[in-house]
């Protein structure tokens, strides 16, 4: 039983993923038979004796779960996010976490039972464990890079399959969409001295009076149009000391082509930071371990890193 559709058309992006990937679990049914069972096995470790022959998405399903997948002895519920930090806090009252555990419950008459997470989010994180032991060995968690990587080696596997076409098709848009949009922008390590223009002594001052409503930087690393950050780590303080939206990125080779693209600050949205983010703090954050190590000139955020580097700012004041 399925209502799931290929061609169903939903005004939420984030409602065309999940429609996407359950009409891929549910198509691949017809050349793989064992596919769903391995795929649920392999990322969740959630093993049904019985074959996955329901398939329910948003509009099928009665509730608020975003999917509910089932077999004879396993009922899977699914809250899908295609941004990070994007789940709805567990302080709220009646929250939706809560709201699907209680759903979850009431289907005594299975085995197994799973409230899955999917999200952008590291799964290892301090914001995704507290909603992991909301409810311990209820809810588990999902990472889209994860589910991308499966996919991927699938379909790799097996080149000459329709669902090999299909998959091909849905991880492209993935990664155009669910990891770029969730990329909130750069760490820029500062290359000080007289060919950047840029004086440990002084960029800080020049920069609180307004001085700088640019940033030059030898690669266009894609902030333009989307109000990303662009963050400034200071390899003699070593600290993050700067941060500020970019509004418009331009090429100009011909006035420094050394440094041939030119960000243009987003007005008011300079930040000097008077708490400076030390490199040993944003060390201990997940992917950042290495910041400061090699010839790196930058690394992209997560919107997950950056709100845990913007804590870090008050818990250094504390």
């Excluded at 891929?24 to 649920?40: C, G, N």
């Excluded at 941004?83 to 419950?105: F, G, T, W, Y």
């Excluded at 243009?264 to 060390?283: G, K, M, P, W, Y």
Aim: proline residues 3%; glycine residues 6%; aromatic residues 10%.
């Amino acid at each position: 039983m399925s209502d799931v559709n290929i061609f169903t058309d939903y005004s939420q992006e984030e409602n065309r993923f999940t429609n996407g990937l359950f009409s891929i679990l549910s198509l691949a049914r017809v050349e793989f038979p064992e596919f769903v069972s391995d795929f649920f096995s392999d990322l969740l470790e959630v093993r049904s004796a019985y074959p996955f022959d329901s398939f329910h998405v948003l509009k099928g399903v009665v509730g608020t779960v975003d999917a509910d997948v089932r077999s004879e002895d396993t009922c899977i519920l699914f809250e899908t996010k295609i941004e990070s930090i994007a789940l709805e806090s567990l302080v709220i009252p009646d929250n939706q976490v809560d709201r699907h555990v209680r759903k979850l419950r009431t289907q005594e008459h299975v085995l197994h039972r799973r409230l899955v997470l999917l999200t952008p989010d590291d799964g290892k994180s301090n914001y995704i464990s507290k909603y992991l032991q909301y409810a311990t060995g209820e809810i588990q968690h999902l990472a889209w890079k994860d589910v991308y990587v499966y996919l991927k080696q699938f379909a790799e596997l097996h080149p000459k399959t329709t669902l090999a076409g299909l998959i091909h098709h849905f991880l492209h848009t993935i990664h155009t969409t669910i990891f770029q949009q969730d990329i909130a922008g750069i760490i820029q390590t500062i290359k000080l001295g007289k060919k950047s223009g840029v004086y440990a002594g002084s960029y800080l001052e020049e920069m609180k009076r307004g001085d700088w409503t640019k940033w030059r930087t030898p690669k266009d690393y894609k902030l333009s149009g989307t109000r990303k950050k662009l963050l400034l780590y200071d390899p003699k303080r070593k600290s993050i000391t700067v941060e500020v939206e970019i509004a418009e990125v331009i090429e100009r080779p011909n006035e420094d082509p050394d440094y041939p693209w030119v960000n243009i600050f987003a007005v008011d949205t300079l930040n000097v930071l008077e708490s400076q983010i030390s490199r040993d703090f944003i060390r201990t954050l997940t992917g950042l371990e290495k910041l400061g190590i090699g010839q790196s000139a930058f690394r992209k955020i997560t919107h997950e890193q950056y709100a845990q580097l913007r804590t870090g700012i008050q818990t250094q004041k504390n």
